[in-house]
């Protein structure tokens, strides 16, 4: 079992940045399909990005393509999401999602997909 924890979240002014993070318990982490979501009060849980076990692989959402970028760091088993140029529109508690996957270029992009999540870090972007 997989455990998640994020953190860096917080308040930020629109045109901001901030950088969140998540760690994980699994010293195999760096194999895992790695994923960022985010969810407002009422909506569905929202694809954000996500990177291969190997990062060769990334994928981000139209909405913040260009603004945000995942990454991670196999040494401290650890997966990034830089957000910049921030709105109010991006405030959400963001998630972080892992998953086994079948090769180190495999990531994935729907909530189904994933069996690990962390409890959530709230970002607020407001003046």
């Known amino acids: 079992q997989v455990q998640l924890v994020e953190s860096g979240g917080g308040l930020v002014q629109p045109g901001g940045s901030l950088r969140i993070s998540c760690v994980a318990s699994d010293p195999t982490f760096n194999t895992y399909s790695k994923g960022w979501f985010r969810q407002t009060p009422g909506k569905e849980r929202e694809f954000v990005a996500a990177?291969?076990?190997?990062?060769?692989?990334?994928y981000h959402a139209a909405s913040v393509r260009g603004r945000f970028r995942i990454s991670r760091d196999n040494v401290k088993n650890t997966v990034l999401l830089q957000m910049n140029s921030l709105t109010t529109e991006d405030t959400a508690i963001y998630y972080c999602?892992?998953?086994?996957?079948?090769?180190?270029?495999?990531?994935?992009?729907?909530?189904?997909?994933?069996?690990?999540w962390g409890q959530g870090t709230q970002v607020t972007v407001s003046s």
């Open positions: 999602a892992a998953q086994r996957a079948p090769t180190n270029w495999t990531f994935y992009k729907e909530v189904d997909e994933y069996n690990y």
């Open positions: 990177i291969s076990g190997n990062g060769g692989g990334t």
